[in-house]
């Protein structure tokens, strides 16, 4: 057996989770580790382009679940009557269910103007952030604990919220807390909205 095969059990026990919060007491010191494990992302140039916003106001979580159920039925208008019907079944937040939630950010101008590494990819700073967002989330998951990121907003009115400065993204809201469980089989697969690739449909060699 690897020695590193807690980490392949903790990548693939991972889940985005929705239903699952108990709301139950996070220890500042497990608090800690999940986001030094964050903090601890490679960056391009050594940016280190985010910041970790930690939301724990009911106000403000309760004005940010009112939102996300807004752009929930705005993208549900879109959808044809099946695809409707699958979307109702589920749920995509657990914005007033978690613990506490973390809203992660980018600010392009971190480590500039030179950020070196970044002059052909102007996105590598913001795939950096998505580097410590992965970094919590496995961390999470560890330590026994869910996370999930809810993408039913717009970047105006969460920076507006939350007061962010001018030039700053809210790349993620992420919901954490314990956990009742974390399920074997993904949300969106168990209620049939679609279903994994096998890695074999993903691969090739030396060109597409």
């Known amino acids: 057996m690897s020695e590193f095969a807690g980490l392949y059990e903790t990548i693939h026990a991972r889940r985005d989770v929705r239903g699952q919060f ?11 580790r ?6 601890a992302a490679p960056s391009v140039g050594l940016s280190q382009p985010w910041d970790f916003v930690l939301v724990r106001d009911d106000t403000l ?5 009112e939102h996300v159920q807004t752009e929930r ?4 208008a879109t959808l044809d009557a099946e695809a409707a019907e699958r979307f ?3 749920k995509i ?18 480590g500039g103007p030179a950020v070196l590494g970044r002059h052909a990819i102007a996105d590598a700073g913001l795939y950096s952030t998505c580097l410590a967002i992965q970094n919590l989330w496995l961390a999470a998951t560890a330590e026994g604990l869910g996370v999930g990121w809810v993408s039913f907003y717009r970047e105006p009115f969460l920076s507006g919220l939350l007061g962010l400065p001018d030039g700053l993204r809210p790349v993620a809201w992420l919901c954490l807390g314990p956990v009742t469980h974390l399920e074997a089989v993904p949300d969106l ?3 049939g909205w679609r279903r994994r690739r096998p890695l074999a449909e993903a691969l090739h060699t030396d060109g597409w």
């Open 22 to 32: 108990t709301g139950g007491d996070l220890p500042d010191d497990v608090l800690l």
């Open 34 to 39: 999940v986001l030094e494990a964050a903090h």
């Open 61 to 65: 979580r309760k004005a940010f679940y």
């Open 73 to 76: 039925d705005t993208f549900a």
């Open 88 to 90: 109702s079944r589920i």
């Open 93 to 110: 937040d657990g914005v007033l269910e978690s613990t506490l939630s973390v809203v992660v950010t980018y600010d392009a101008a971190r």
């Open 189 to 191: 697969e168990r209620h």
